[in-house]
């Protein structure tokens, strides 16, 4: 379980988070939802140590996550931030294999292999498996992070806004995938969004920041409110039902 | 081709000069000029492989394909080290006369000196390449002044002393000296071997590597040490040679297609030991020493520098 306590950080004298307190509940996926600028990048940061905390902790099974030793909590919590720009030229299946990397140390087992071909079919890369990243559309290449990732094996997957560059048809894909891993393998999830609509349809819970402050922490059901969401946006939301999901039609609204 | 095909071309090419440079048009005594020449070229071989490790790994933590070392003024410190010690302590004090701790003094100042550049450049913000290379010559340029201010207030004995030392050469090799430098190479290769792995992680990224379990920034401060280390090594050895490792490591990266850096230290290595014995087999017996090898090499070096700049301007934008 990890369990966020009272974080807080501030670049300069701008707090970015402050005093956050939630709780992820494993086997699930959780979206983390706000305006630009509500500190959702930088707390999933502070989870995932990338970034230290001013005050506060970050407990993930009781132990807080500074205590853990890098190459362990690698095995347990993987994080894949928005902007991946490589120096280095890699194929597809070499970069996927890196994933693989807390656990072979750079020598890859028969195991290990075993890994890296699942994540690749997972992600529908075995057909270009063999590319370089520099020759693939962003979409791609997105998928190729996310499928390294995954050959991570981590109980918590955190992913900081995966869907951009994405087309309507890979996000979809991808959050299927998403959900596959927490109702399959019992992985949890959390994924930092900006379209309000995939968190409705695909998170168990949301946690909804603003300013830099938790505004609302539950169940999707109810958080996909007209009321809730017009706290967190400054705008009238209105919520249509469509086969069983909540779709927020805001594009007209008036702001 | 195969990255080993190309490592065994490079290694086979390594040797022919090798041999050519030890046994060429070897004249009179043999016994008189053939260990000479051996020492310098073991000097050769050694300040090469230095240098191409140290831009190796630099390159890689600074994420960056056009600066080294060497570009961001690590070598001046050197000259600034020899000309304070000849400024307050004289060319008769131990400082000097002991060669070992002329050495880790060098050594240390160097380190620390990499240590404070980087905490400024790198982990504050992050700068575009331009600033960065404006900086690296601003530097220079300012412990060049220094150096230069330094000197003329010394006794002109006390320099033409001083100057020795700045301007080594390969033909004046400190025996001594190599043995050290051997040591301090089998150490940074021993140590480089139980890296090697994470070096191929932080190539990904800070985020990326520290994603996979790389305590990034300890690494990172280790790495600028060994590649202190080694420019010092080279720079005691033989003096500065502004940008050699530029071009060799990345010709290495042309070269071999390969993002491991086993293969680009060792290729890089060997391109080095190529260009420097073959490059001082040219000047010493084709151009008859009317050149120096670190003119050519500026020359060339400088071309690539512009090539590179503009390639990368391109890419960026």
Same mark, same amino acid.
């Given at each position: 379980?990890?369990?966020?306590?009272?974080?807080?950080?501030?670049?300069?004298?701008?707090?970015?988070?402050?005093?956050?307190?939630?709780?992820?509940?494993?086997?699930?996926?959780?979206?983390?939802?706000?305006?630009?600028?509500?500190?959702?990048?930088?707390?999933?940061?502070?989870?995932?140590?990338?970034?230290?905390?001013?005050?506060?902790?970050?407990?993930?099974?009781?132990?807080?996550?500074?205590?853990?030793?890098?190459?362990?909590?690698?095995?347990?919590?993987?994080?894949?931030?928005?902007?991946?720009?490589?120096?280095?030229?890699?194929?597809?299946?070499?970069?996927?294999?890196?994933?693989?990397?807390?656990?072979?140390?750079?020598?890859?087992?028969?195991?290990?292999?075993?890994?890296?071909?699942?994540?690749?079919?997972?992600?529908?890369?075995?057909?270009?498996?063999?590319?370089?990243?520099?020759?693939?559309?962003?979409?791609?290449?997105?998928?190729?992070?996310?499928?390294?990732?995954?050959?991570?094996?981590?109980?918590?997957?955190?992913?900081?806004?995966?869907?951009?560059?994405?087309?309507?048809?890979?996000?979809?894909?991808?959050?299927?995938?998403?959900?596959?891993?927490?109702?399959?393998?019992?992985?949890?999830?959390?994924?930092?969004?900006?379209?309000?609509?995939?968190?409705?349809?695909?998170?168990?819970?949301?946690?909804?920041?603003?300013?830099?402050?938790?505004?609302?922490?539950?169940?999707?059901?109810?958080?996909?409110?007209?009321?809730?969401?017009?706290?967190?946006?400054?705008?009238?939301?209105?919520?249509?039902?469509?086969?069983?999901?909540?779709?927020?039609?805001?594009?007209?609204?008036?702001? | 081709?195969?990255?080993?095909?190309?490592?065994?071309?490079?290694?086979?090419?390594?040797?022919?000069?090798?041999?050519?440079?030890?046994?060429?048009?070897?004249?009179?005594?043999?016994?008189?000029?053939?260990?000479?020449?051996?020492?310098?070229?073991?000097?050769?071989?050694?300040?090469?492989?230095?240098?191409?490790?140290?831009?190796?790994?630099?390159?890689?933590?600074?994420?960056?394909?056009?600066?080294?070392?060497?570009?961001?003024?690590?070598?001046?410190?050197?000259?600034?080290?020899?000309?304070?010690?000849?400024?307050?302590?004289?060319?008769?004090?131990?400082?000097?006369?002991?060669?070992?701790? @002329?050495? +880790?003094?060098?050594?240390?100042? =160097? /380190?620390?000196?990499? *240590? %404070? $550049?980087?905490?400024? !450049?790198?982990?504050?913000?992050?700068?575009?390449?331009?600033?960065?290379?404006?900086?690296?010559?601003?530097?220079?340029?300012?412990?060049?002044?220094?150096?230069?201010?330094?000197?003329?207030?010394?006794?002109?004995?006390?320099?033409?002393?001083?100057?020795?030392?700045?301007?080594?050469?390969?033909?004046?090799?400190?025996?001594?000296?190599?043995?050290?430098?051997?040591?301090?190479?089998?150490?940074?290769?021993?140590?480089?071997?139980?890296?090697?792995?994470?070096?191929?992680?932080?190539?990904?990224?800070?985020?990326?590597?520290? @994603?996979? +379990?790389?305590?990034?920034?300890? =690494? /990172?401060?280790?790495? *600028? %040490? $060994?590649?202190?280390? !080694?420019?010092?090594?080279?720079?005691?050895?033989?003096?500065?040679?502004?940008?050699?490792?530029?071009?060799?490591?990345?010709?290495?990266?042309?070269?071999?297609?390969?993002?491991?850096?086993?293969?680009?230290?060792?290729?890089?290595?060997?391109?080095?030991?190529?260009?420097?014995?073959?490059?001082?087999?040219?000047?010493?017996?084709?151009?008859?020493?009317?050149?120096?090898?670190?003119?050519?090499?500026?020359?060339?070096?400088?071309?690539?520098?512009?090539?590179?700049?503009?390639?990368?301007?391109?890419?960026?934008?």
């Amino acid at each position: 379980m990890i369990e966020i306590k009272g974080l807080t950080k501030q670049f300069g004298k701008k707090p970015v988070v402050e005093d956050v307190t939630v709780t992820i509940e494993p086997g699930t996926i959780t979206s983390f939802i706000g305006p630009n600028g509500a500190g959702k990048s930088t707390l999933l940061s502070m989870v995932s140590r990338l970034l230290e905390a001013d005050t506060g902790e970050v407990l993930l099974d009781q132990n807080n996550v500074k205590k853990w030793k890098s190459s362990d909590f690698a095995k347990r919590v993987s994080i894949l931030k928005q902007a991946n720009y490589l120096n280095v030229r890699l194929t597809v299946r070499e970069l996927v294999s890196f994933g693989r990397y807390p656990y072979s140390k750079g020598r890859l087992s028969a195991a290990d292999e075993k890994f890296v071909d699942q994540a690749i079919e997972y992600m529908n890369l075995a057909d270009m498996e063999t590319k370089y990243l520099d020759e693939l559309s962003g979409g791609q290449k997105q998928r190729a992070f996310i499928a390294m990732v995954i050959a991570q094996d981590t109980d918590y997957i955190l992913l900081d806004e995966p869907l951009n560059n994405l087309d309507m048809k890979h996000s979809v894909q991808i959050m299927k995938i998403l959900r596959k891993l927490v109702d399959e393998l019992g992985k949890t999830v959390v994924i930092v969004l900006h379209d309000i609509n995939f968190a409705s349809v695909y998170s168990d819970r949301i946690v909804a920041l603003k300013n830099g402050r938790l505004m609302k922490n539950g169940p999707t059901s109810e958080i996909i409110n007209s009321d809730v969401l017009r706290e967190i946006y400054d705008m009238d939301i209105p919520i249509q039902e469509q086969n069983g999901c909540r779709i927020c039609v805001y594009f007209n609204s008036h702001t | 081709m195969r990255n080993s095909t190309k490592l065994m071309i490079l290694a086979a090419m390594a040797i022919v000069f090798i041999l050519l440079y030890g046994f060429y048009d070897i004249k009179g005594g043999f016994d008189y000029a053939f260990p000479k020449r051996m020492l310098r070229v073991t000097a050769m071989i050694i300040t090469g492989i230095a240098i191409a490790y140290s831009t190796v790994v630099f390159q890689t933590i600074t994420h960056n394909r056009i600066l080294t070392p060497s570009v961001m003024g690590l070598d001046s410190m050197y000259q600034v080290v020899q000309t304070l010690i000849y400024f307050f302590a004289g060319s008769m004090s131990v400082w000097v006369l002991n060669k070992y701790l @002329n050495f +880790g003094a060098a050594i240390l100042a =160097m /380190v620390i000196f990499a *240590l %404070i $550049l980087y905490r400024f !450049l790198f982990r504050a913000d992050k700068h575009p390449i331009y600033f960065l290379l404006l900086i690296g010559m601003i530097i220079g340029t300012l412990l060049g002044s220094f150096v230069t201010f330094l000197q003329v207030l010394i006794d002109p004995v006390e320099y033409l002393s001083l100057q020795s030392r700045l301007f080594a050469t390969f033909t004046n090799v400190k025996a001594e000296l190599l043995f050290i430098s051997i040591g301090i190479l089998a150490l940074a290769f021993l140590y480089g071997y139980l890296i090697m792995g994470k070096l191929d992680v932080m190539s990904l990224g800070r985020e990326n590597a520290m @994603n996979l +379990g790389i305590n990034y920034d300890g =690494m /990172v401060m280790r790495i *600028l %040490i $060994l590649s202190s280390v !080694l420019i010092a090594t080279s720079t005691a050895l033989v003096g500065p040679i502004t940008f050699f490792g530029l071009i060799v490591a990345n010709l290495s990266y042309q070269y071999l297609v390969t993002y491991k850096h086993s293969i680009h230290i060792l290729g890089a290595s060997l391109i080095s030991i190529i260009a420097l014995v073959g490059g001082n087999f040219l000047v010493e017996h084709i151009f008859e020493l009317r050149t120096t090898l670190s003119v050519i090499i500026n020359f060339v070096g400088g071309i690539y520098f512009i090539y590179l700049l503009l390639k990368e301007s391109r890419a960026a934008g």
